[in-house]
């Protein structure tokens, strides 16, 4: 609805924007089949709990014949698919650490969905703590292709 786009975007404000540099270091978290991976330890969780502190829809696709990435605020043409990064903090041994995650395409829907129904029951995206777990999927053009999708779940609202 339209209403819950303009209440998403009123309450995710300063959270959610676009950033200008995507790529600065970072601790990266990707989907490893059922697992998330966190690749600067190799440690993976099935599940975890975090606080979004910003993120940024982008476009992208991938040049294969240049083995390169480009990458987008909007989408130039068909080749770009919507992505989403979402960028959280943990205390590691008393060090904040930020994690880095760039959802694809059927995430990054995913994602946008849940934001949008946290903010239709009054909450910023920085105000809960999001589980994130990986569901396996079928396409639907093609049952022979399976991926996985972050699946997204509000566990508490923090004070």
């Known amino acids: 609805t339209s209403r819950g786009g303009n209440v998403m975007a009123d309450l995710n404000a300063g959270v959610l924007d676009n950033i200008d540099d995507m790529n600065i270091g970072g601790n990266y978290v990707t989907m490893d089949g059922s697992d998330f991976l966190f690749k600067a330890t190799s440690e993976t969780a099935k599940e975890i709990d975090i606080v979004v502190s910003y993120g940024k829809r982008f476009y992208q696709w991938f040049d294969e014949d240049n083995n390169q990435y480009h990458n987008s605020d909007t989408k130039l043409d068909d080749r770009y698919k919507m992505k989403f990064e979402i960028r959280w903090v943990e205390d590691v041994d008393g060090e904040p650490i930020e994690y ?40 639907k053009s093609d049952n022979k292709i399976r991926y996985s999708r972050t699946e997204f779940k509000m566990v508490e609202v923090l004070n």
Do not use: E
Request: glycine fraction near 2%.
């Open 100 to 139: 880095i995650m760039t959802l694809p395409t059927s995430s990054a829907m995913n994602f946008v969905s849940y934001v949008k129904n946290i903010a239709n029951q009054g909450y910023r995206i920085n105000q809960v703590v999001t589980r994130l777990s990986i569901s396996r999927q079928v396409a």
